[in-house]
Nanobody
Framework: QVQLVESGGGLVQPGGSLRLSCAAS????????MAWYRQAPGKQRELVAS???????NYADSVKGRFTISRDNAKNTVHLQMNSLNPEDTAVYYC???????????WGQGTQVTVSS
């Protein structure tokens, strides 16, 4: 059974930081591309950042220079360090595990991030 469990969300003031974590189980973690998506109220889910099995990263333009994705293959965990947060970053953040060749696409339950004064 595949599980992706996010943690680290919460309420933060503008300019603050949060670190999201996603613990994966039930998959061969180190061969999956891991990613963070987010969905704000009334908006479509969007890709925030991704990291391939080889460590190549990709970021949405809106978070470049502020967010950093990383993975710890020994702990089957992916992190999203979010700095200089602004109200537009408010959303539910979802962890995703993707393997193109096998057609696997797994999602966590999401964690709420609210940026407000």
């Amino acid at each position: 059974q595949v599980q992706l469990v996010e943690s680290g969300g919460g309420l933060v003031q503008p300019g603050g930081s949060l670190r999201l974590s996603c613990a994966a189980s039930g998959i061969i973690f180190n061969i999956y591309t891991m990613a963070w998506y987010r969905q704000a109220p009334g908006k479509q889910r969007e890709l925030v950042a991704s990291i391939t099995s080889g460590g190549t990263t990709n970021y949405a333009d809106s978070v470049k220079g502020r967010f950093t994705i990383s993975r710890d293959n020994a702990k089957n965990t992916v992190h999203l360090q979010m700095n200089s947060l602004n109200p537009e970053d408010t959303a539910v953040y979802y962890c995703n595990a993707f393997h193109m060749r096998w057609g696997h696409d797994y999602w966590g339950q999401g964690t709420q991030v609210t940026v407000s004064s």
